[in-house]
Protein backbone atom coordinates (compact mmCIF):
# COMPACT_ATOMS: atom_id res chain seq x y z
CA UNK A 1 0.00 0.00 0.00
CA UNK A 2 0.92 3.49 -0.98
CA UNK A 3 0.57 6.26 2.09
CA UNK A 4 1.72 9.94 1.36
CA UNK A 5 2.08 12.24 4.41
CA UNK A 6 1.70 16.25 4.61
CA UNK A 7 2.79 17.23 8.09
CA UNK A 8 2.12 21.12 7.78
CA UNK A 9 -1.81 21.42 7.46
CA UNK A 10 -1.33 25.26 7.43
CA UNK A 11 1.46 27.35 6.25
CA UNK A 12 1.62 31.19 5.18
CA UNK A 13 3.87 32.79 3.45
CA UNK A 14 4.63 36.85 2.42
CA UNK A 15 3.77 38.20 -1.06
CA UNK A 16 7.05 37.81 -3.18
CA UNK A 17 8.57 35.36 -0.71
CA UNK A 18 9.55 31.99 -1.01
CA UNK A 19 7.97 29.08 0.66
CA UNK A 20 8.45 25.26 0.99
CA UNK A 21 5.82 22.50 1.43
CA UNK A 22 6.53 19.05 2.48
CA UNK A 23 5.85 15.49 1.75
CA UNK A 24 6.71 12.38 2.09
CA UNK A 25 5.44 8.83 0.98
CA UNK A 26 5.51 5.08 1.52
CA UNK A 27 5.94 2.99 -1.60
CA UNK A 28 7.97 -0.43 -1.49
CA UNK A 29 7.74 -0.50 -5.44
CA UNK A 30 10.70 1.06 -7.73
CA UNK A 31 8.80 2.64 -11.07
CA UNK A 32 6.05 5.96 -9.68
CA UNK A 33 5.16 9.26 -9.98
CA UNK A 34 4.64 11.73 -7.91
CA UNK A 35 2.56 14.55 -8.31
CA UNK A 36 1.49 18.42 -6.06
CA UNK A 37 -2.09 20.04 -7.02
CA UNK A 38 -3.38 23.21 -6.26
CA UNK A 39 -7.06 23.87 -4.84
CA UNK A 40 -8.03 27.13 -4.83
CA UNK A 41 -10.98 28.79 -3.25
CA UNK A 42 -13.02 27.57 -6.32
CA UNK A 43 -12.40 23.87 -5.51
CA UNK A 44 -10.79 23.21 -8.79
CA UNK A 45 -8.07 20.46 -8.92
CA UNK A 46 -5.39 21.72 -10.83
CA UNK A 47 -2.10 19.96 -11.88
CA UNK A 48 0.86 22.42 -10.46
CA UNK A 49 3.84 19.83 -10.91
CA UNK A 50 5.11 15.80 -11.36
CA UNK A 51 8.04 14.07 -10.93
CA UNK A 52 9.24 10.40 -12.36
CA UNK A 53 10.86 8.38 -9.72
CA UNK A 54 13.22 7.23 -12.25
CA UNK A 55 14.43 10.71 -13.02
CA UNK A 56 17.05 12.00 -11.00
CA UNK A 57 16.24 15.75 -12.19
CA UNK A 58 13.97 17.64 -9.95
CA UNK A 59 11.21 19.29 -11.70
CA UNK A 60 10.34 22.96 -12.42
CA UNK A 61 7.66 24.56 -13.40
CA UNK A 62 8.13 28.22 -13.45
CA UNK A 63 8.03 29.39 -9.75
CA UNK A 64 7.21 25.97 -8.99
CA UNK A 65 9.89 23.40 -8.58
CA UNK A 66 10.31 20.45 -6.48
CA UNK A 67 13.01 18.60 -4.05
CA UNK A 68 12.58 15.28 -4.93
CA UNK A 69 14.72 12.77 -2.33
CA UNK A 70 14.19 9.38 -3.69
CA UNK A 71 16.15 7.37 -0.88
CA UNK A 72 13.95 9.32 2.25
CA UNK A 73 10.99 9.09 0.14
CA UNK A 74 10.65 12.76 0.24
CA UNK A 75 8.68 15.34 -2.62
CA UNK A 76 8.92 19.10 -1.23
CA UNK A 77 7.37 21.60 -2.78
CA UNK A 78 8.89 25.03 -3.60
CA UNK A 79 7.16 28.03 -4.34
CA UNK A 80 9.37 31.24 -5.40
CA UNK A 81 8.15 34.60 -5.30
CA UNK A 82 4.32 33.83 -4.36
CA UNK A 83 1.76 35.45 -5.53
CA UNK A 84 -1.63 36.27 -4.06
CA UNK A 85 -3.05 34.00 -6.38
CA UNK A 86 -1.08 30.93 -4.71
CA UNK A 87 -3.76 31.11 -2.42
CA UNK A 88 -4.91 27.88 -1.98
CA UNK A 89 -4.71 23.76 -0.66
CA UNK A 90 -2.01 21.81 -2.09
CA UNK A 91 -1.94 17.88 -2.27
CA UNK A 92 1.08 15.78 -3.01
CA UNK A 93 0.30 12.47 -4.76
CA UNK A 94 1.72 9.59 -5.78
CA UNK A 95 1.05 7.26 -8.43
CA UNK A 96 2.36 3.73 -8.38
CA UNK A 97 2.46 1.57 -12.16
CA UNK A 98 1.63 -1.49 -10.90
CA UNK A 99 -1.60 -2.85 -10.19
CA UNK A 100 -3.10 0.06 -7.89
CA UNK A 101 -2.96 2.35 -10.61
CA UNK A 102 -4.50 5.27 -8.93
CA UNK A 103 -3.54 8.56 -7.48
CA UNK A 104 -3.53 8.39 -3.42
CA UNK A 105 -3.23 12.44 -2.22
CA UNK A 106 -2.20 13.02 0.97
CA UNK A 107 -3.93 15.59 3.59
CA UNK A 108 -3.03 18.59 2.21
CA UNK A 109 -1.37 22.29 3.22
CA UNK A 110 -3.60 25.02 3.11
CA UNK A 111 -0.75 27.66 2.05
CA UNK A 112 -2.05 31.59 2.13
CA UNK A 113 -0.04 34.26 0.88
CA UNK A 114 -0.04 37.10 2.82
CA UNK A 115 -0.02 41.03 1.04
CA UNK B 1 -12.61 23.88 -18.38
CA UNK B 2 -10.41 21.28 -17.64
CA UNK B 3 -12.47 19.07 -20.22
CA UNK B 4 -13.92 17.12 -17.76
CA UNK B 5 -17.34 17.61 -17.01
CA UNK B 6 -19.65 17.39 -14.05
CA UNK B 7 -23.42 17.85 -13.16
CA UNK B 8 -25.15 18.85 -11.30
CA UNK B 9 -22.77 21.19 -9.21
CA UNK B 10 -24.95 21.63 -6.61
CA UNK B 11 -27.47 19.23 -5.10
CA UNK B 12 -28.97 19.33 -2.03
CA UNK B 13 -31.12 15.92 -0.77
CA UNK B 14 -32.44 14.64 2.28
CA UNK B 15 -30.90 11.32 4.98
CA UNK B 16 -32.70 8.18 3.29
CA UNK B 17 -32.89 9.38 0.07
CA UNK B 18 -30.66 8.42 -3.39
CA UNK B 19 -28.69 10.54 -5.92
CA UNK B 20 -27.08 9.79 -9.01
CA UNK B 21 -23.91 12.19 -10.05
CA UNK B 22 -22.44 12.00 -13.50
CA UNK B 23 -19.33 12.61 -15.09
CA UNK B 24 -18.09 12.95 -18.60
CA UNK B 25 -14.31 12.57 -18.92
CA UNK B 26 -11.95 14.36 -21.30
CA UNK B 27 -12.50 13.30 -25.12
CA UNK B 28 -10.17 10.26 -25.84
CA UNK B 29 -10.10 9.36 -22.11
CA UNK B 30 -10.81 5.97 -21.23
CA UNK B 31 -10.38 5.69 -17.36
CA UNK B 32 -12.77 7.11 -15.46
CA UNK B 33 -12.28 8.05 -11.17
CA UNK B 34 -14.46 9.08 -8.63
CA UNK B 35 -13.20 10.68 -5.56
CA UNK B 36 -14.70 11.69 -1.96
CA UNK B 37 -13.28 14.76 -0.10
CA UNK B 38 -14.97 15.54 3.06
CA UNK B 39 -14.68 18.70 4.73
CA UNK B 40 -11.51 20.05 4.88
CA UNK B 41 -10.11 16.56 4.15
CA UNK B 42 -8.10 15.43 1.68
CA UNK B 43 -9.46 12.99 -1.31
CA UNK B 44 -10.27 9.56 -0.76
CA UNK B 45 -10.39 7.26 -3.64
CA UNK B 46 -13.44 5.81 -4.55
CA UNK B 47 -13.56 3.83 -7.32
CA UNK B 48 -12.16 3.74 -11.20
CA UNK B 49 -13.44 2.51 -14.52
CA UNK B 50 -11.80 1.72 -17.11
CA UNK B 51 -13.35 1.50 -20.93
CA UNK B 52 -16.61 0.30 -19.18
CA UNK B 53 -15.48 -1.69 -16.93
CA UNK B 54 -14.25 -1.43 -12.71
CA UNK B 55 -10.70 -1.83 -12.82
CA UNK B 56 -9.68 -1.24 -8.98
CA UNK B 57 -12.07 -0.27 -5.79
CA UNK B 58 -11.17 1.92 -3.35
CA UNK B 59 -12.67 3.04 0.25
CA UNK B 60 -16.20 2.90 -1.60
CA UNK B 61 -19.43 2.12 0.76
CA UNK B 62 -21.88 -0.90 0.05
CA UNK B 63 -24.26 1.95 -0.16
CA UNK B 64 -22.90 3.49 -3.27
CA UNK B 65 -22.30 2.23 -7.01
CA UNK B 66 -21.18 3.42 -10.01
CA UNK B 67 -20.82 2.92 -13.41
CA UNK B 68 -19.41 3.21 -17.10
CA UNK B 69 -21.05 3.17 -19.90
CA UNK B 70 -20.47 2.55 -23.33
CA UNK B 71 -19.94 6.70 -24.60
CA UNK B 72 -17.30 6.85 -21.67
CA UNK B 73 -19.60 8.65 -19.16
CA UNK B 74 -20.08 7.60 -16.09
CA UNK B 75 -22.82 7.64 -13.30
CA UNK B 76 -21.88 7.36 -9.35
CA UNK B 77 -25.28 6.10 -7.45
CA UNK B 78 -25.28 7.04 -3.53
CA UNK B 79 -28.02 5.87 -2.29
CA UNK B 80 -29.58 5.48 2.15
CA UNK B 81 -27.87 9.43 2.23
CA UNK B 82 -26.86 10.15 5.31
CA UNK B 83 -25.60 13.31 6.97
CA UNK B 84 -21.87 12.40 6.61
CA UNK B 85 -22.32 11.81 3.12
CA UNK B 86 -21.88 15.50 2.57
CA UNK B 87 -18.73 16.15 0.71
CA UNK B 88 -17.05 17.39 -2.81
CA UNK B 89 -17.56 14.50 -5.25
CA UNK B 90 -14.33 14.90 -7.56
CA UNK B 91 -14.79 12.85 -11.04
CA UNK B 92 -11.21 12.35 -13.06
CA UNK B 93 -10.25 11.15 -16.22
CA UNK B 94 -7.14 10.04 -17.42
CA UNK B 95 -5.99 8.28 -20.90
CA UNK B 96 -4.58 4.56 -21.20
CA UNK B 97 -1.33 3.67 -21.60
CA UNK B 98 1.34 6.71 -20.47
CA UNK B 99 -1.66 9.18 -19.93
CA UNK B 100 -2.44 8.86 -15.89
CA UNK B 101 1.81 8.79 -15.43
CA UNK B 102 2.34 11.31 -17.22
CA UNK B 103 -0.19 14.10 -17.01
CA UNK B 104 -1.74 12.65 -13.68
CA UNK B 105 -5.77 13.23 -13.65
CA UNK B 106 -7.72 15.84 -15.25
CA UNK B 107 -10.51 16.71 -13.05
CA UNK B 108 -13.72 18.05 -13.48
CA UNK B 109 -15.14 21.15 -11.14
CA UNK B 110 -16.91 18.55 -8.72
CA UNK B 111 -20.45 18.20 -7.28
CA UNK B 112 -20.87 19.35 -4.04
CA UNK B 113 -23.26 17.42 -2.22
CA UNK B 114 -25.06 18.40 0.78
CA UNK B 115 -27.63 16.03 2.94
CA UNK B 116 -29.51 17.55 4.89
Known amino acids: AQTVTQSQPEMSVQEAETVTLSCTYD???????LFWYKQPPSRQMILVIRQEAYKQQNATENRFSVNFQKAAKSFSLKISDSQLGDTAMYFCASYLSGSARQLTFGSGTQLTVLP | DSGVTQTPKHLITATGQRVTLRCSPRSGDLSVYWYQQSLDQGLQFLIQYYNGEERAKGNILERFSAQQFPDLHSELNLSSLELGDSALYFC???????????????FGSGTRLTVV
Open chain 2, 92 to 106: ASSGGGQGPRIGGYT
Open chain 1, 27 to 33: TSENNYY
